[in-house]
């Protein structure tokens, strides 16, 4: 709060139009400004200068800066931010090191594989989709599913070495586990991205992506849990495609 009284009565008109103005204070010259207030242009010069600034420009700079941080709070009181402190404290963990391991795995199978099965209920389902797209830009000839009892076709049934990558948040669901199982009995290799590495569906699996992110449940039975560790894991393991293309 600036103290006004070494401020003149003309000073102090000029130091409320700037702060009850700031658009125009940003916008105008100080000539168009000086016009506005009916004073001159010197006079808004030594305003500024008790206001603790050395000239014009670094008042207007300093004022947009002051417009900006109120626009970003402004921004964040209006939407949730929860999920960007979610999505920041996956995004901080060591994330290399720990899927480690699961990547080794995953480029040994990958490179004698020609074709992938995407599988996935609901949101899960849409991902499995997107899953199927990203490896598919990266060379590997993909499918998706998102019915657990629609048949797969017969090529898929023959095949030698094949892989199902499952997506399901809980890994609990029945369809989905049933799925698993009825693939991994037909021969596929099952690797399986869930929330956590203790699910049904993890440990049927043979390579097991967790992200360990806190659930989130709407309305009993909505499953809000965010999946943006999802993309990340999918992007990962497609990105590790191309190192082997």
Same mark, same amino acid.
């Given at each position: 709060m600036i103290d006004l009284k070494g401020?003149?009565?003309? &000073?102090?008109?000029?130091?409320?139009? @700037? =702060?009850?103005?700031? !658009?125009?204070? /940003?916008?105008?010259? *100080?000539?168009?400004? $000086?016009?506005?207030?009916?004073?001159?242009?010197?006079?808004?010069?030594?305003?500024?200068?008790?206001?603790?600034?050395?000239?014009?420009?670094?008042?207007?700079?300093?004022?947009?800066?002051?417009?900006?941080?109120?626009?970003?709070?402004?921004?964040?009181?209006d939407y949730d931010t929860k999920i960007i402190n979610i999505a920041s404290t996956?995004?901080?963990?060591?994330?290399?090191?720990?899927?480690?391991? &699961?990547?080794?795995?995953?480029?040994? @199978? =990958?490179?004698?594989? !020609?074709?992938? /099965?995407?599988?996935? *209920?609901?949101?899960? $389902?849409?991902?499995?989709?997107?899953?199927?797209?990203?490896?598919?830009?990266?060379?590997?000839?993909?499918?998706?599913?998102?019915?657990?009892?629609?048949?797969?076709p017969q090529k898929k049934q023959s095949d030698a070495n094949q892989i199902a990558i499952i997506l399901s948040v809980s890994g609990e669901t029945p369809e989905i586990v049933d799925r698993a199982l009825s693939l991994k009995a037909d021969n596929f290799h099952i690797i399986s991205i869930t929330n956590n590495n203790y699910s049904t569906l993890a440990k049927v699996s043979e390579i097991n992506f967790s992200y360990n992110i806190k659930p989130e449940v709407i309305k009993e039975t909505l499953n809000i849990t965010t999946q943006i560790p999802v993309i990340f894991i999918l992007e990962a393991l497609a990105r590790n495609i191309e190192q082997n293309y």
């Open positions: 401020f003149t009565p003309t &000073e102090i008109l000029i130091y409320n139009y @700037l =702060i009850a103005h700031p !658009d125009e204070a /940003l916008n105008l010259s *100080i000539r168009q400004l $000086g016009s506005a207030i009916h004073v001159s242009s010197a006079s808004i010069i030594r305003c500024i200068k008790k206001m603790g600034y050395d000239s014009f420009y670094e008042f207007k700079y300093n004022l947009k800066q002051q417009q900006m941080n109120l626009q970003t709070k402004k921004l964040e009181a996956f995004f901080r963990r060591p994330l290399l090191q720990q899927y480690s391991h &699961e990547l080794v795995s995953f480029k040994k @199978l =990958i490179s004698n594989v !020609d074709s992938v /099965l995407f599988f996935g *209920i609901g949101t899960s $389902g849409i991902l499995a989709q997107y899953g199927a797209r990203q490896f598919s830009n990266f060379g590997i000839n993909s499918i998706y599913n998102v019915d657990p009892f629609y048949p797969l």
